[in-house]
């Protein structure tokens, strides 16, 4: 057995599709995530700017003004405020000089010119001056005398919360593109795994052939090469992983033997999709490698890759893809570790992807050694 998993792991390193593509292109793909966006989370947000407008025939709530004013003194620099009329107020925001304007009357009110950043930001400002100022007024007509303590505590405003994930380890924000990626890499696997099928079909190859007609038992041929399979594959996510985390720098926050156990159940999910869809099909080997292209660019968009928003959707409207999708099971398990605590899902998905895995094995398994040949 070790001598046939020697040879097999020879034959799979002079192949240039089992190096390439699971190895390199996620690793390459990775590279590029970070610079497109691996730190984006640490870029400033441009200070917002806003007009005021003092409404004629109406006093102006000078307390939202020192609001304002204390905002934009602030360290922060969140906004730039200043008081225009309103002809050029309307004309500087239809030109998207400023974000907002702020009608300041007896109640101040907010005019946007459109939906954003900015945006959102003045109309929060705007939010909590009112609310702060509606328990001003209930505090002093129900307990005046409190009325310059709760003075001196909300303009001793400090901030009482902090950012962290539902599990309480922070994380970046984009990380949820690196979890697909990781998912996207262990399903290449398949490629691996198709290329160890071809080796066991006579009707393929000429290598299959010749070692279809040696006295060798045929399990001994499968397992050498599903187990082959998956050590190098398994090897290639390793890579990856600390590829991500000590080279990129990736925020990953979870324990490494967890997301080892994640990766080398991900690894048999890809190699034995390979396995499968190379032993059941007749197709030519050109069909063979775009029907499992197919298959795991489209579970990996599904999980989320190309679009952050995607398995939200899917998990709303179609939720039971996501319970079969592996790539969205194997991102759900890294979620799990890193982002937020939560071991029935862990579990539950990793439960879901060996099953399928052993399906998977068991069917190809099946398919090879049932295999005859009138004639080598």
């Known amino acids: 057995m070790l001598h ?3 040879y097999d792991v020879k034959v799979k390193l002079h192949n240039f599709n089992m190096l390439f593509w699971p190895l390199v292109f996620p690793l390459l793909l990775a590279t590029f995530f970070y610079f497109a966006f691996g730190k984006i989370e640490e870029a400033d947000f441009e200070t917002v700017p806003v007009a005021i407008v003092e409404e004629q025939g109406q006093a102006a709530d000078k307390e939202f003004l020192e609001f304002l004013d204390t905002m934009e003194e602030d360290d922060s620099n969140l906004i730039h405020v200043e008081s225009m009329d309103e002809k050029k107020a309307v004309s500087e925001l239809k030109s998207k000089k400023i974000s907002g ?5 007896e109640t101040p009110t907010l005019t946007v010119g459109g939906v954003g950043m900015g945006e959102s930001i003045l109309q929060s400002l705007l939010e909590s001056y ?3 100022k509606q328990t001003m007024m209930k505090i002093a ?3 005046p005398e409190g009325l ?3 003075a001196a505590q909300m303009s001793d405003y400090q901030d009482m919360v902090e950012q962290v994930s539902l599990g309480g380890k922070t994380t970046d924000g984009n990380s ?3 979890y697909a990626l990781i998912a996207m890499g262990c399903l290449y696997g398949c490629f691996i795994g198709f290329g160890s099928a071809l080796t066991l079909q006579a009707n393929l190859t000429a290598l299959a052939a010749r070692r ?3 006295p060798t038992h045929k399990l001994k041929l499968i397992l050498s090469e599903m187990l082959t399979s998956f050590g190098i594959h398994f090897i290639n996510i390793i890579i990856l992983l600390l590829y991500l985390r000590y080279v990129l720098q990736m925020e990953f926050k979870g324990e490494m033997p967890q997301m080892l156990l994640v990766s080398f159940i991900g690894c048999m999910i890809g190699v034995s999709m390979g396995i499968f869809i190379s032993s059941i099909s007749k197709f030519g080997e050109g069909v063979k490698i775009g029907i499992l292209l197919g298959i795991s660019m489209v579970c990996s968009f599904l999980a ?3 679009n952050s928003e995607m398995k939200f959707v899917v998990e709303r409207y179609c939720p039971i893809i996501n319970r079969i999708n592996p790539a969205a099971l194997i991102s759900d398990a890294f979620y799990c570790i890193n982002v937020y605590d939560d071991p029935a899902r862990f579990r539950r998905s990793l439960i879901i992807l060996t099953v399928m895995s052993v399906v998977l094995l068991l069917g190809s398994f099946l398919a090879v050694r049932r295999e005859r040949y009138d004639s080598i």
Not at 101 to 105: E, H, K, R, S, T
């Open 130 to 132: 009112l609310d702060g």
């Open 101 to 105: 304007i702020y009608y300041v009357g």
């Open 4 to 6: 046939l998993m020697k």
């Open 141 to 143: 007509e129900n307990h």
């Open 212 to 214: 279809c007609v040696t």
């Open 176 to 178: 949820q593109f690196f």
């Open 304 to 306: 989320g890759l190309m």
């Open 148 to 150: 310059q303590n709760a």
